[in-house]
């Protein structure tokens, strides 16, 4: 299946600055996806992230705050823009495995932001 | 609505117990069902159902799923101390790509 390295693993930030997630996929990919699991709750999809065009950003998630970037197929970042404690949460990227017939996730991105 | 409700929501059984974790959903058009293990962050994938009635099966765990029903369950027999995680269940709709989580059910495996 395909393997996703993910950083960083887990990050504590002042409120009001920004961090950027980065996924790497050991093989090329058209879609990459990035999920949001809050403290308690079950993961909710940010976005979805094509090379080459725009990412689509579900209902409850702008572009402002959560810019995305997609340079290859095999590359993607999540930036969290002025955060806040309510950002607080696991940030996860996933692929599309058409191996595995199923949905690979990354390691996962704890940030706590204090 | 589009819920993916699971149940229960955590448990704690002894080592060498079965145990079987739900999951209902409301809404009958979708492409799969899938479910995955959350240990610390990233789940892990376990299974994919797409087929009512066809239990999938790998070494002590499995699955089916019942369309008509609307529910799936994950059995996990002889259970050990490294099956205690997260179990999430995830709806894969007819269009797009975004999973559909439910909450997940918390199981813990004591000695």
């Known amino acids: 299946s395909a393997v996703i390295s993910q950083k960083p693993s887990r990050d504590i930030c002042q409120r009001g600055t920004s961090l950027t997630i980065q996924c790497q996929v050991d093989?090329?990919?058209?879609?990459m996806f990035w999920y949001r699991q809050q403290p308690g709750q079950s993961l909710t999809l940010i976005a979805t992230?094509?090379?080459?065009?725009?990412?689509?950003?579900e209902s409850g998630f702008v572009i402002d705050k959560f810019p995305i970037s997609r340079p290859n197929l095999t590359f993607s970042t999540l930036t969290v823009s002025n955060m806040s404690p309510e950002d607080s949460s696991i940030y996860l990227c996933?692929?599309?495995?058409?191996?595995?017939?199923?949905?690979?996730f990354g390691s996962g991105t704890r940030l706590t932001v204090v | 609505e589009d819920k993916v409700v699971q149940s229960p929501l955590s448990l704690v059984v002894h080592e060498g117990d079965t145990v079987t974790l739900n999951c209902s959903y409301e809404?009958?058009?979708?492409?799969?069902l899938l479910w995955y293990k959350q240990e610390k962050k990233a789940p892990t994938f376990l299974f994919m159902l797409?087929?009512?009635?066809i239990e999938k099966k790998s070494g002590r765990l499995s699955s089916i799923l019942d369309k008509k029903e609307l529910f799936s369950i994950l059995n996990i027999t002889a259970t050990q101390t490294g099956d205690s995680a997260v179990y999430l269940c995830?709806?894969?709709?007819?269009?797009?790509?975004?999973?559909?989580f439910g909450k997940g059910t918390s199981l813990l495996v004591t000695p």
């Open positions: 996933s692929v599309e495995d058409l191996l595995l017939i199923g949905y690979t």
């Open positions: 093989s090329q990919v058209t879609m």
């Open positions: 992230a094509n090379q080459g065009s725009e990412a689509t950003y």
């Open positions: 809404v009958t058009n979708f492409r799969s």
């Open positions: 797409t087929s009512s009635g």
């Open positions: 995830a709806r894969l709709p007819n269009s797009g790509y975004a999973l559909n």
